[in-house]
């Protein structure tokens, strides 16, 4: 049985992909048939040759499926906001990838530290999606057509039953989705896909996906700050901080991401270790320019106690912006 990975990514994202895919690749020695497959928007031959020489070296297949972003973004007026277009790709991802039956979707910005054999033993018992559960306010879930007590997925790993999106005509269905919110869908491809597939996920354990909220914010402080309840225990969550099967590096205002100028990220090294046995060795780092609003809770928390600065971060993040965004 064969087992897919798939990503999606663009010139920008190339680097984080190969650092991904090394990551991936190492922590999987002992897997057979693992391929990996990249939805590729307007790649460059050279970030094709240099994606292409991870693989080889692991002795692992590698198939670039193309995805013009153009289109989409023309035809709906899509607003991608700072996420890369070839983000919705993986809505596609049934129609580009039509052999396939199941895969294993990552972002880029993942480390993969440990083996997949278990997430991919997981019985999804019917269920089209699989994926790892975060707080989120109530406004942000109204904002994709969820309820306050619904639960709210991190798309950024999940197991995808292809079949069961053909069936369910999902593409369709994501495309009325981004026409109804006029192309601009609270966090893109993530928001589509929870709308979409309310009710319909089976919950993974947090091990394999461990976000920056993890590690910037106690189980607590994640909580207040997001305004809602995790979906596990706080045992489960400190037991996956300790040993992430998946570390997702994702944007936070208070720790840049480690390909960024000035990080501090506590897989920082990791990620540098892995970089620099790929063609990007040494690459240098993207500069650090948090947004307006990224710079101004992070002077906050640097200049208020710790708790202010949660309640202020709580306000704009996840009560004020959400509201903006109805």
């Not at 033993?121 to 994926?131: F, L, Q």
């Not at 192309?183 to 091990?207: C, H, M, S």
């Not at 992430?244 to 990791?270: D, N």
Request: proline share 5%; aromatic share 12%; glycine share 4%.
């Amino acid at each position: 049985m064969g087992r897919d990975v798939v990503y999606a990514c663009d010139n920008k994202y190339a680097m984080l992909a190969g650092v991904s895919m090394e990551s991936l690749y190492t922590a999987n020695r002992e897997l057979e048939d693992l391929n990996v497959y990249i939805l590729a928007n307007q790649l460059s031959e050279e970030n094709r040759r240099k994606l292409s020489e991870i693989a080889e070296r692991h002795g692992r297949d590698l198939r670039f499926v193309d995805f013009t972003g153009e289109e989409l973004e023309r035809k709906l007026s899509i607003d991608a906001q700072f996420w890369s277009i070839a983000a919705y790709a993986r809505l596609f991802a049934p129609q580009l990838l039509f052999w396939l039956h199941d895969i294993l979707y990552l972002d880029c910005d993942m480390l993969i530290l440990g083996p997949l054999t278990e997430l991919w033993n997981t019985d999804t018992v019917g269920m089209p999606c699989a994926a790892v559960a975060e707080p989120m306010s109530g406004q942000q879930k109204k904002n994709v057509g969820l309820a306050p007590t619904d639960k709210y997925y991190n798309s950024g790993v999940m197991l995808m039953d292809l079949d069961a999106w053909r069936d369910a005509g999902a593409l369709e269905k994501s495309l009325d989705c981004i026409r109804r919110h006029k192309g601009r869908v609270p966090y893109v491809d993530q928001g589509v896909i929870n709308e979409v597939f309310r009710g319909q996920f089976l919950t993974l354990p947090a091990k394999y996906n461990v976000s920056t909220l993890c590690y910037d914010f106690s189980y607590e402080e994640a909580q207040r700050f997001r305004a809602d309840s995790w979906s596990y225990s706080r045992r489960e969550i400190e037991a996956a901080k300790t040993a992430p099967v998946i570390v997702h590096l994702t944007s936070s205002f208070l720790t840049p991401r480690p390909w960024v100028q000035s990080s501090t990220h506590p897989y920082r090294t990791q990620w540098e270790s892995f970089r620099d046995r790929t063609a990007w060795n040494g690459a240098e780092k993207w500069p650090d320019r948090p947004g307006a609003s990224k710079f101004a809770l992070r002077w906050i928390f640097r200049h208020t106690p710790r708790p202010v600065g949660i309640a202020i971060a709580r306000l704009i993040n996840s009560e004020l912006r959400p509201l903006l965004k109805r």
